[in-house]
């Protein structure tokens, strides 16, 4: 097993571009933004744990405590790139509000102190561990911004607890979270404060999970939260996408601090299950809302998909993972795919609202059938809402993209990875990295190591990428041009063609049977019912015509294709012959992730092949 | 506006063919198949009305009295055709039975008799005028087959307490049936019996039905059972759509019976409305289960169709009577398209299963879905079954089969319509016609008219027809041949080309976008897996190479068409020039109504086009 490290964001600097550009929207808006609808909401009054029945308090939520969690880790994230005065006395207020609510026994969980405070560990949907697990990731992410520690020492506390009341005594009602996180984050803490007892709790939550588990009853017989079998034996993922993915981060960090294969190799199979079976083109994962779960392979609707934002996140957190345990350039090709698609899509291009659901097709006229009480099919809603009752994408979203400097290198002694195409400099094992890119607008990439004499470095030659050039002598190998590093002050320039190109899907994904997609690099693009006089759901696009590149939007070129339309007549069914009545049209194609940005349209990302 | 008349099938031999094999079927097999799982159910048991909650006895459901209505009706209608002393009597017995448990004051429900007599007339959505129409029907059938007035006597006793208790009292909790049927039933009574009292009670209903009605209540806000708008303003088809036809057959009939021209013009609108817009090629309406209803226009998925075997001979019953007040082909062409395709497919080949539910497609593998309490969207069943817990299809089948001579002729003073292709002799208005044809598995007609000289005879040519030859000059009128009849032994011969045809929808209906159905005559063909060593969804048709006739199958050709295979690799996308890898396949095409007669299969009806 490969045993490469990950460069961390705090020693990564970007440097401009595309996602500096997203950063510091992210910084000055989005994170205020949510601080904001969060106040709004009751989540950070809710710490001062007053909740009474007779309150006028809106009652918490089982699981507000994370919201504010992924909130804080935001922060955390931001302070270590600059000082942030009044979200760092936001955020520290909460953590405060922790400790002097925290139960005598190190118990910490506001529903569960305010409205259920007999339910303590009893109910395997409620949780509880899952907080915690936030709670976690969020104390080390402020103890590495702040060094203040004592969030952290309350916390050890509370897992003390859980230590002694999960898997000393076992007197829990239940042995395992019905939602996987704490795994992933103690097993984070652990790299942080190598106290075995943290890697023996993860372990403890890994090795339990599964129908052995003589606490399971009726959880067993189903694969909605990964109990359907032991996880060395979970090959397909199934069930709830970001339990399941938050799960494979956690086997995957277990495999890499442990050595074990046979983690390895779920976590491999797992990854292909879902990136060659069961993803959108976007990134996108959990095509249905039932159970917002993995279904059947090529199981893929458009209009109905569920892709829950949080869903890509997990998935980016499990390809991030994976490229360090199993060096190749489909872990980053995903992460990739994920960050300009199925992830940028969640917040609006003013970074003050989100989508839970990521659909690649709206069909407007169809949402009236959703206003009769005859009812009809569920459809994911059109506009981005500020927050939402189930508001965990919005934060995730703000800690993922104040950390994305984490997605960019990986080492190991010899080899150097550049994983992401993101304008930096980073200083590491006595480099300093360079990269200087317009990367996806332009596909010119200049990397510059100073002080990596000797080191191989390993450039992404991503899998959408059919035609590319390195200045230096290079061999392709599991996904990347590998160059030598001759000396000391060593540039290295790597182009990628970003020739728009139209793509097909598997034909056993029947959604998209017929149907193209318009890419350029790893941008999937969209055509909204708003840019053109006609309904895009009579137009084909043809794959021949030249696609232009045009002005940009939301920070990338938007594409002009051509195509033909349709004459939607009267009438429902004619010979195939007069359907072929077409006139040719132009269409505009924006990037996936700016959708929805000018009010409601109708949206496609597979259209028709004419 | 047109006032022909219908030839009813007494006066309708049939004299061979598709049809008369499958009305032999029907009253050999079919009818006792149904009365034998009824019986098994406990529905003729109920009829003593001897359930208590104490009982042993399966609980009476709210419409099991409609199930047998329909069955008896179906017994009638056979008993026109020849003896059936088996079935006289089981039906008979019910009909004894009926008039044993009816109430002193005229009423009849078996539910409402014995499990909530407290709660009569109490409940809109109870089914019990429902009820009552099918009794009707039923009686009228009888008294024609049998002259025993003694069930219509029965009847007319409850029909009387219905007049005072909901037309002059007003005492009933409610104005106008939850499901409509009685309407239709009281005006079939009417003709045979034209005692003003049923027209006035059924045009009662009709004109009540609406948000005017003052005992509405919440029942106002919704389409599901046409209470949205009064009936004359509805242009729209909407809400569960067996209701929905069986209002429409009887706003039909009483323009017929009135001369209601508001009437005439909104029944031309609803069904444009239904067949230019939310109809399946199969004639199957009501594409959502969620209500079993109407959605919004060019909604028709294929997989999760729900076209309801009712809700397509409701269709049917609908067009019929358009035909006789709106002489136009286009109602007969929907007619031929229900039977031929969504209604035959209600039954199996043998004859003793049945589908409540008629989708255009069928993937087994995304059944797999269903079976995780992950849950999925609903999909249809893929086998029929003998009898459901709802079995209100199976006798709308066997009693649309045992009078299928119905459908054949209408009439005028001077205007005669031969509205479907069936080889038959009738007597009507001094003329003897003879119809010879193995129409469709031949286009070939040949009608013969004794007596007739001086009529008109209006051949319809079917709107899937794209030429045809007529042995005598006739010039072409709203879908028909018309040809003068010009001496008293008059013979013409009309040719329909029959050759396969491709047929493309209208582009708005997504679900069929860039793909084709093979279709020959009125009949529309499918693939099912078990012929094909492939995954059917990773064929496409090439609507360019010729499509062979070969084996019957099902009492019809089946066709064999060329298509190609894509290689379905590893991966879900590529560029599109790679997914242009395909190799040539033969695809075998059976009429769609024979799917599913070979054990659970993959199903499509439309396939992509290469």
Redesign the interface.
């Known amino acids: 097993m490969a045993q490469l490290k990950n460069i961390p964001f705090q020693q990564v600097d970007f440097t401009g571009g595309f996602w500096q550009d997203r950063q510091t929207l992210n910084r000055d808006v989005t994170v205020g933004a949510v601080e904001r609808r969060f106040r709004d909401t009751g989540r950070f009054a809710a710490f001062d744990c007053n909740w009474t029945p007779e309150s006028e308090l809106p009652r918490p939520h089982i699981f507000w405590d994370s919201d504010l969690a992924k909130w804080i880790e935001s922060v955390a994230f931001l302070l270590q790139k600059g000082p942030q005065p009044a979200l760092y006395a936001s955020a520290r207020a909460i953590i405060d509000a922790i400790a002097a609510h925290q139960q005598s026994d190190g118990y910490f969980n506001i529903f569960h102190t305010v409205v259920e405070p007999e339910n303590r560990f009893r109910y395997r949907d409620r949780h509880e561990l899952y907080c915690l697990g936030h709670l976690i990731e969020a104390a080390v992410a402020w103890y590495n911004a702040t060094g203040e520690h004592d969030f952290f020492d309350t916390l050890d506390r509370y897992i003390d607890l859980v230590i002694r009341v999960f898997q000393k005594e076992k007197s829990a009602a239940f042995t395992t979270p019905g939602h996987e996180e704490i795994e992933l984050a103690l097993l984070k803490l652990y790299r942080l404060k190598p106290d075995k007892k943290y890697l023996d709790l993860a372990l403890f939550f890994l090795n339990e999970r599964g129908p052995q588990d003589q606490l399971l009853g009726d959880w067993a ?4 939260n990964q109990s359907h079998l032991p996880v060395r034996q979970q090959h397909t993922a ?3 996408c970001v339990r399941a993915c938050y799960l494979y981060c956690a086997m995957a960090d277990a495999a890499a601090l442990t050595g074990d294969t046979a983690l390895l190799t779920a976590c491999r199979n797992l990854f292909d299950d879902i ?3 069961k ?1 959108y ?1 976007t990134g996108g994962i959990g095509s ?1 809302h ?2 917002e ?1 993995f ?5 893929l609707p458009n ?2 998909a569920y892709a829950e934002t949080c869903a890509a996140i997990a998935l980016a957190m499990f390809a991030q993972r994976m490229q360090i345990i199993d060096p190749d350039g489909k872990y980053a090709d995903v992460v990739e795919r994920t960050l300009y698609n199925g992830i940028l899509s969640g917040v609006s291009l003013d970074g003050i609202s989100f989508f839970y659901e990521n659909p690649l097709e709206i ?1 407007l ?2 949402h ?2 959703n206003r ?6 569920r459809l994911p809603i059109t506009q981005r809402l500020e927050v939402f009752d189930c508001s965990c994408c919005p934060p995730n979203v703000t800690r993922l993209l104040a950390s994305l400097g984490d997605y960019v290198f990986t080492a190991g002694e010899r080899d150097l990875y550049i994983q992401q195409y993101i304008p930096c400099r980073a200083s590491f094992d006595g480099m300093d990295v360079t990269v200087k890119t317009a990367y996806p607008a332009d596909g010119t990439v200049t990397v510059a190591v100073h002080g990596g004499n000797g080191k191989r470095l390993h450039l992404r030659v991503p899998g959408w990428c ?1 035609a590319w050039t390195c200045s230096a002598p290079c061999k392709t190998e599991r996904g990347y041009a590998c160059v030598d590093v001759t000396q000391d002050d060593f540039t290295v320039t790597i182009t990628f063609d970003m020739t728009p ?10 959604a998209d ?5 318009l890419t350029r690099g790893p941008v999937v693009y969209c055509a909204e019912g708003v840019d053109h006089p006609f ?1 895009l ?2 137009a ?1 696009v043809d ?1 021949q015509a030249p696609v232009e590149v045009k002005e940009s939007y939301g920070g990338l070129p938007t594409l002009q294709g051509k195509g033909r339309l ?1 004459a ?9 012959s ?2 072929e009545k077409q006139t040719p049209v132009t269409l505009r194609f924006i990037p996936y992730f700016t959708f929805a940005n000018r009010g409601s349209s109708d949206l496609l990302v597979w259209l ?2 004419a």
Chains 1, 2 share one sequence.
Not at 501 to 510: G, I, Y
């Open positions: 017989k189903d694969k909605y199934e069930g709830h990136t060659e079976k993803m083109l249905s039932h159970g779960a279904t059947v392979p090529y199981d209009d109905t069909c006229a169809d009236e059938k009769s009480v005859n009812g009809g099919d059919k190109q139209w793509v097909a899907a598997n034909p056993l994904v029947k049977a017929g149907k193209l997609a309904s759901f009579a084909a794959p349709s939607a007549g009267d009438g429902l069914y004619y010979p195939a007069e359907s028709r092949r």
